[in-house]
């Protein structure tokens, strides 16, 4: 197997199209799969048509984030693309639309198309929209078709943070409300999800959700409720309190699907940035204190021992709130997480809104953490 990575920050869609696409194209050779990633500076189509026609034949899979980065560096601006080649790779992509009530027939539609052909196993790489929502009902439909032997990796597409736009894009074409999805067969992978949270008090009960907005927990208006776990939060002081202070849902023993508060609303709900689920069990959560980031570097380190190949190449979604909330030093936590591959190694990575993991082998939508694929 062959890789390539290329990164281009040149401001003109097409000349950065072109630049990381032939950067990539000198690791691997002509390509199987390429994975693209650009941010929301750039016209999409320009992009995509520019790699195109330096990749050829090749399988796209990628999407708008709010940044990008490689192991050399991290840009808000760029395009960025990981290609893939060599004797039995194969790779099958599809570009399926869905909107907020039909996101399970999407993700069941999608997972048939992936697996048309009858594969059994491989990795599902995902970029659903982050900013539509129902990202978790997507997932469950798509596990539905494809179910515990597959890999499960990928993250929620975004745009700098002024949630207004988002794209998904295939070699097909580039849309928006959509999922953006590759099935990958003749590599060997592995995944991990890590968020670094702990709870802080006892437990709540999820009354009245419904999508993205919590009305009531513990019986109880939800900001009152999570005011008073805090010590008392103002409205004017919402914004700074759910920077830190998420909720995490209970997936089993110790282990937390990590919720990011959003807006206040009027009637004193709380929107998140992902769905929570009606009568869930649920803690607000706090930073465990990890200055060295040996969270980051303990993920990778598990990861590559639930690799069985020589690794060759990761893939990395990285929560965009988790880049707010450490400032200019989430870069330090992202060279703790590529440090035990080594220096050199083939990387690229997104600033997500969502990223995907598994618990237990069933796909997840997580907030404020930190996704990786390894691939050998």
Not at 152 to 158: A, K, N, V
Request: aromatic letters at 8%.
């Amino acid at each position: 197997m062959k890789i390539g990575i290329g990164i281009s920050s040149n401001p003109v869609a097409w000349e950065a199209g072109q630049e990381a696409a032939r950067q990539a194209l000198c690791g691997s050779g002509a390509a199987v799969l390429g994975i693209l990633l650009i941010t929301d500076q750039y016209e999409p189509r320009a992009v995509l048509a520019s790699v195109r026609s330096a990749l050829g034949g090749a399988k796209i899979v990628g999407a708008c984030t709010a940044g990008i980065f490689s192991a050399d560096e991290c840009l808000e601006q760029g395009v960025g693309i990981l290609t893939l080649a060599g004797e039995g790779l194969t790779a099958t992509t599809v570009l399926e639309n869905y909107a907020d009530g039909d996101a399970w027939i999407a993700g069941l539609r999608l997972g048939q198309q992936l697996l048309a052909a009858g594969q059994q196993q491989g990795t599902l790489i995902c970029f659903p929209d982050g900013l539509t929502g129902n990202i978790t009902r997507l997932l469950e439909g798509l596990y539905n078709a494809a179910g515990p032997d597959f890999v499960y990796g990928g993250g929620g597409t975004g745009d700098n943070l002024r949630f207004l736009r988002t794209c998904q894009l295939t070699e097909q074409g580039v849309s928006a409300h959509a999922v953006a999805a590759a099935l990958l067969q003749g590599v060997t992978m592995a995944e991990g999800v890590a968020h670094g949270w702990e709870a802080a008090g006892a437990p709540l009960i999820v009354t009245n959700a419904k999508g993205k907005i919590v009305y009531e927990l513990d019986g109880r208006p939800a900001f009152e409720v999570y005011s008073e776990r805090l010590g008392g939060v103002t409205p004017d002081r919402f914004a700074d309190f759910a920077m830190r202070y998420p909720l995490g849902v209970s997936y089993g023993f110790g282990q937390f699907v990590i919720r990011d508060p959003l807006r206040l609303m009027p009637d004193r709900s709380m929107e998140f940035v992902t769905e929570v689920p009606n009568r869930a069990v649920a803690y607000i959560m706090k930073p465990r204190a990890d200055r060295d980031f040996v969270l980051a570097t303990e993920l990778t380190h598990r990861t590559l021992a639930n690799l069985a190949a020589v690794p060759r190449f990761a893939l990395v979604n990285y929560c965009v709130s988790r880049s707010l909330l450490l400032g200019p030093g989430y870069r330090d936590e992202i060279r703790a997480l590529l440090r035990p591959l080594g220096s050199g190694f083939p990387v690229l990575g997104s600033l997500a809104f969502g990223e995907i993991g598994s618990y237990y082998q069933v796909p997840q939508v997580h907030n404020k953490s930190i996704g990786l694929l390894v691939g050998g």
